[in-house]
Each structure stands twice: as C-alpha cells, then as structure tokens.
C-alpha cells in the first residue's frame, strides 16, 4: 500500500508556464491584453473555430454564450442532470429555466431520446419557449452530436456544448469546438481550464463559435463595453467607450493566458499519457468482473478527461461510500462525477424532483467511482490504483 496520498488530479505546470508567467508579471500588462488575444487565436486553430473569446472560467463562457443568444426569463434550456451544477446556474442566473434530461446508459451523456420527449412536454405544456440545448462530453466522451443536431434543427433550437471535459475531443471528422452547424442555429462551445482539467490556467475558460456570435459574447464578458474596450489604456488606445449591453466581467487575464500558452504545446504528450494510462487500467482491471470499465463508442475521439468506473452493487458486499472509504484508507484520491443536479436540494425542490424521476442517472450515480487520470501519473502510481481497486473487490465480492 501506499505511503503517500495520490491526489485526484494535480495540475501539470513547468518552467516554462512559471517563465511566460514572470515575464508578464514584469510587462505592462498583467490583465487582458496581447498574451489573452494570442490564447485565443491559438486555440481557436486547435479546434477548427474562426475565433475564440478567452473568460475566467467554462461557467463565464457559458453564461455569455446564453446572454449572446438573448436568452432570459420565459425561456427552457436543455440540458443533463448528470452535470456540474454551474451548467444549469447560468440559465437560471438569466432568469431561464434549466430543464434537466435523463442521460444514456453507457456514456452518460444527454439522452437525445429523453430529450426529444423533454422538449415536446415543454411545448405542450406552454409556459416555457425550448431555447437552447446544452449537452455536455461527459468524462471528455462526446454527446451523440449527429441525432442532438437534428433535434436542435426540427424544433429551431441553439446548442452550447458544455466542453469543460472535452478538450481536445471530436465525432467521426468534427472537432469537439468547430461551430459549424444546421443552418440558422448557432453552435458554441465552452471550456474549462480549471486547475484538474486536462490543460490548466488555474481558473480559465473559453468560448468558441460563429464570429459573429463570438463578438457579441465579447460584449457580454466585458460590461457591454464597446469592442476593444480593453486597449484604452495603451498607446493609440481612446478615452472614449460606449457601454451597449448590460455585461458581466469576466475577462481573462494574460497571467492565465501565459500559462495556457504554455500548456497548449504540451497537449499532445498529455493527452498520449492519459491514453496509456486508461489502456493500463483496461488492462489491469479488465478482467474483474464486479466493475465495468467506461464506454468508447466506435467514431470518437474522447479527451479522456475522466476515467469513471461502475460498481456492480450486487456482485460486493459493499456500496459505492464504502468502496471510497476503501480507496482513502490506501491513499488513493478517487471521486464521484456527478451527484445528479436532481438531488441537489436547490433543483430537488425548485422543481420537486424525485431521485427516479431520472431512472438511468439515478441508478449509474450510485455506482461510480472516477479513479485518478492525468498526465503525472507514473506506472507505479497507476499500479498502485490497480492493485487498491483489485484489493478492495477480493476483499468484498459477494
Ligand atoms: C461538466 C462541467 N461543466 C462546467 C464546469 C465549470 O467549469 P469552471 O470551473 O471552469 O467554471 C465543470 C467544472 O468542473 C464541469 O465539470
């Protein structure tokens, strides 16, 4: 067993973040300025999107992204109770309301099915205007986008993609970030560069999309300033600005900006770490037959944000509390993504929700347990997961 604690997921950082750091500290500009712009360009090209609008967190980007689409009170968006609560805050933030949808089975993300159901009960019911879906790629797995997109097309609706697991990810030839879609809907996307994702600004977020929609979110995240209004205060910059929307401030600076600069490069060998650390665990836990390994559906490219695996309750003498404890008691720093917003007492009660109103993500949340996936792994770390998951099964099969 382990004599150290194994955290979840430590953030990657290296000299080269700490220098572009202290060389923006040492620089004129310490808020949004030319490294937040360069950010942005940068990654906008890493997911095929024509711009990209840098913001303090994947919350910010989705709160301007339903702000730029006019979204308010009387509107419904859609999205899954199997999320992080911030998904379904920013509707209610503009005085929409979220309507929470079941998920699928094996990915866990927004079932298009429970969705079409969701929207034609809404209409029918005639309080609420279906606005805007927001699926979101659980674990970095992408949402089936192909049957999302038709239902986004039939009933005339916007999509904003909860990224914040899903960079970098796509379906079949598209970039989980390109804006393209059916004609008249606005596609955007948003993520996070929270401090355990898989590139890390310590708070950060990002939105892509049309550019169009992307100036008009540019709006929104700086008070309603008029374009550029950040550039006043350097040379050639103008005293004068017009405030034109009643924005919010949620800008980026170019201190997250230097890190994220200097973590995009490193992508690519994150990302084939995290693969060879999810084909150890399929490798070493492949054969218990009391857990079930997560889904890669045919066609996709996950980010591979997170590693869930699902307990079969009646195969072990213990729950899902228990085996936690378990992996605490050997130093391992698992977690539980999500508890269903439907059991938060804010949505519970607000909409007077019962666990089984959500069968499927009822029964899957009870089950999981996220083991320790990231780049700073090493074999002996993820041996050591392996042999506390196997341990803890032996000891307590049924
Ligand atoms: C699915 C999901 N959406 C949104 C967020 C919010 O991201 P941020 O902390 O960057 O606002 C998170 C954060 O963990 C998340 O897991």
Not at 64 to 73: K, M, S
Not at 96 to 116: Q, Y
Not at 174 to 184: L, M, Y
Not at 194 to 213: C, H, Q, R, V, W
Request: hydrophobic letters at 45%; charged letters at 25%; a negative charge.
């Amino acid at each position: 067993m382990r004599d150290t604690f194994l955290p979840f997921s430590p953030p990657m950082l290296g000299d080269d973040e700490i220098d572009e750091v202290i060389d923006t500290l040492r620089s004129d500009w310490i808020t949004t300025g030319p490294k937040t712009r360069r950010f942005e360009q940068e990654f906008a090209a890493k997911v095929d999107a024509p711009d990209a609008l840098a913001v303090f967190s994947c919350t910010d980007a989705m709160q301007v992204a339903l702000a730029a689409l006019g979204v308010g009170p009387g509107d419904a968006v859609f999205t899954t109770t199997f999320t992080f609560c911030a998904t379904a805050h920013v509707a209610v933030h503009l005085g929409a309301t979220p309507v929470l949808v079941d998920v699928e089975p094996d990915t866990l993300n927004l079932d298009p099915s429970a969705l079409r159901v969701a929207i034609e009960r809404t209409l029918a019911d005639g309080q609420l205007r279906p606005k805007v879906i927001m699926p979101v790629h659980y674990a970095g797995h992408p949402c089936d986008m192909v049957a999302i997109d038709a239902i986004a097309a039939e009933f005339g609706l916007h999509i904003v993609e909860d990224a914040a697991h899903a960079f970098p990810a796509a379906l079949e030839d598209r970039t989980i970030g390109d804006p393209t879609a059916p004609s008249g809907l606005v596609r955007a996307t948003a993520f996070s560069f929270y401090a355990t994702k898989n590139i890390a600004t310590a708070e950060g977020g990002m939105l892509t999309g049309p550019s169009d929609f992307i100036d008009e979110a540019r709006l929104w995240a700086l008070h309603g300033m008029s374009r550029d209004a950040w550039k006043r205060y350097g040379k050639g910059g103008s005293w004068f600005y017009e405030v034109v929307r009643p924005g919010f401030k949620c800008n980026m600076t170019d201190i997250q900006a230097s890190i994220g600069l200097r973590q995009l490069p490193r992508l690519d060998g994150f990302q084939q770490r995290r693969g060879e650390v999810v084909a150890r665990y399929r490798e070493g836990l492949g054969e218990l037959s009391e857990i079930e390994l997560p889904t890669e559906r045919a066609g996709i490219t996950s980010a591979r944000h997170l590693f869930p695996i699902r307990l079969h309750l009646d195969r072990l003498t213990i729950d899902r509390a228990g085996f936690m404890d378990r992996m605490a008691e050997r130093n391992i720093g698992a977690s539980v993504h999500f508890i269903p917003l439907h059991l938060h007492p804010y949505y519970r009660d607000r909409f007077d929700l019962a666990p089984e109103d959500f069968p499927v993500a009822w029964a899957q949340y009870q089950r999981l347990v996220s083991l320790p996936l990231n780049p700073r792994l090493t074999e002996n770390d993820v041996d050591d997961v392996i042999e506390a998951v196997v341990e803890i099964v032996r000891h307590f099969r049924a």
